[in-house]
């Protein structure tokens, strides 16, 4: 499901929509299947009481609950435009997928997920999380698909074990 017809979804069910009012959509996160996307988790902030509000849209819509925003201090929440975005997620994760075989196909892939925010410009954000515990954050555009990427190792430290 693509972001637009996810917030379609919202619109389309009153109660919901009717909750969202004076709130703005700032960001979206999908967990994967495979390169696909599935449901979402839509946020809408509220300016006047500094809240995000979560929607879960699958199957049905649902507002799932309020909190803080998580965001450092002095820093603002960006709201996102759909106008704005000329990638769609479906090509994001093709860029994403192009990227990631072409410079760590060699590292197994154990989970996916996809994050559209916006700052000065919408952007997507595929996190791809491999099995040997590094982090591939593979950014794309949302306006031209461009892409970058960073990546994060995590390990637990010298003569540390997890627990």
């Known amino acids: 499901m693509e ?9 389309n069910q009153k109660d919901v929509n009717e ?3 004076g709130k703005c959509f700032c960001s979206a996160l999908s967990f994967l299947d495979g390169w696909k996307t599935g449901s979402w988790e839509l946020n809408f902030y509220d300016k006047g009481n500094d809240k995000i509000v ?19 201090d002095g820093s603002q929440v960006h709201t996102i435009d759909v106008s704005d975005l000329q990638v769609t997620a479906a090509r994001a994760l ?3 997928k192009e990227y990631y075989d072409e410079n760590h ?3 197994v892939v154990q989970r996916l997920f996809v994050a559209l ?17 590094v982090i591939v954050a593979i950014n794309v555009d949302a306006r031209d698909g461009k892409v970058s990427a960073k990546m994060h190792q995590f390990g637990f430290g010298k003569n540390k074990k997890a627990s």
């Open 94 to 96: 093709e860029l994403a």
């Open 54 to 72: 979560s929607v879960s849209v699958g199957e049905g819509v649902k507002i799932k609950d309020e909190g803080s925003p998580f965001k450092p």
């Open 117 to 133: 925010h916006g700052a000065k410009a919408p952007y997507w954000v595929v996190s791809v999380i491999t099995k040997s515990l």
């Open 19 to 21: 909750k969202l009012q």
């Open 3 to 11: 972001i637009t017809e996810a917030l379609e979804k919202v619109r």
């Open 105 to 107: 196909k060699s590292l």
